[in-house]
């Protein structure tokens, strides 16, 4: 009989890989460094297996940035580290726990399953060993802790599981960005552009919106589209 071998997901909960992002920047900031640099700046003498094995985490849940010369700290790592607002630290730190695909399906199915049934699918349905069933089921644990995603005012879109396409409206929503020194108005617009991806746009300023700020943001968008080089339909 074959032996099962369990599938790719982060080998620590996201509460372990942000605590040695923290590490990260204290040693290197936003520079660019090797994996060995890297290692050591999360608290390791040199490359070893779990030096490794936490890089690899990190990267799973998009808090560093690979590059050809080395990694850094990503977009969604600078959001949680030096957020504009507790919110938007939310928001990143959220976005960080739905990263690695399977933990994102598990967040919309089982988030609030117990650990019998969680091993259960995960073995039966996923093909998972034992001992790999247990090391998920507890970096799962930690990730849906840290990212609140197991309150009752989350609620993961079911389609994450089912595949369904998305609603074709166009979702608004209004509130407020609070510094130390200011308080901001904060308009947000989401379109769904397929099934699997969403455009969400935020607005934040007191002052009226114009047509120039459209013309402007149109304009970046043009800009944008050549730097990523999208493919013409």
């Known amino acids: 009989m074959a032996r099962m071998r369990s599938p790719n997901y982060p080998a620590y909960g996201l509460s372990e890989a942000v605590d040695r992002l923290k590490r990260f920047?204290?040693?290197e900031e936003a520079t660019v460094v090797t994996a060995d640099v890297a290692a050591k700046a999360i608290?390791?003498?040199?490359?070893?297996?779990?030096?490794?094995?936490?890089?690899?985490a990190m990267k799973k849940f998009g808090l560093l940035s690979e590059h050809k010369s080395g990694m850094l700290v990503s977009l969604i790592g600078l959001r949680i580290l030096h957020p504009e607002s507790p919110e938007d630290q939310q928001r990143a730190i959220q976005e960080a726990a739905l990263k690695p695909e399977l933990?994102?399906?598990?967040?919309a199915t089982h988030a609030r399953a117990s650990d019998d049934a969680l091993k259960s699918h995960l073995i039966n349905?996923?093909?998972?060993?034992?001992?790999g069933a247990k090391h998920l089921i507890s970096a799962f644990r930690d990730t849906i802790e840290f990212a609140k995603l197991n309150q009752d005012a989350y609620n993961p879109?079911?389609?994450?599981?089912?595949?369904?396409?998305m609603s074709s409206e166009m979702q608004v929503g209004q509130g407020e960005?609070?510094?130390?020194?200011?308080?901001?108005?904060?308009?947000?617009f989401s379109w769904p552009l397929s099934a699997?991806?969403?455009?969400?746009?935020?607005?934040v300023g007191n002052e009226e919106l114009t047509s120039a700020?459209?013309?402007?943001?149109?304009?970046?968008?043009?800009?944008?589209?050549?730097?990523?080089?999208?493919?013409?339909?």
Do not use: C, M
């Not at 960005?177 to 947000?188: D, G, I, N, P």
């Open 125 to 131: 349905k996923l093909k998972f060993s034992e001992i």
């Open 177 to 188: 960005v609070r510094t130390a020194a200011t308080t901001k108005s904060l308009r947000s």
């Open 43 to 56: 608290g390791y003498t040199g490359l070893s297996g779990p030096a490794r094995t936490y890089l690899a």
């Open 25 to 27: 920047w204290s040693k």
């Open 196 to 203: 699997d991806v969403t455009a969400r746009l935020e607005i």
């Open 213 to 233: 700020h459209i013309d402007a943001l149109s304009q970046y968008l043009e800009v944008a589209k050549k730097l990523l080089k999208v493919p013409k339909n």
């Open 103 to 107: 933990f994102r399906e598990l967040a």
């Open 157 to 165: 879109r079911s389609e994450a599981a089912s595949g369904e396409a």
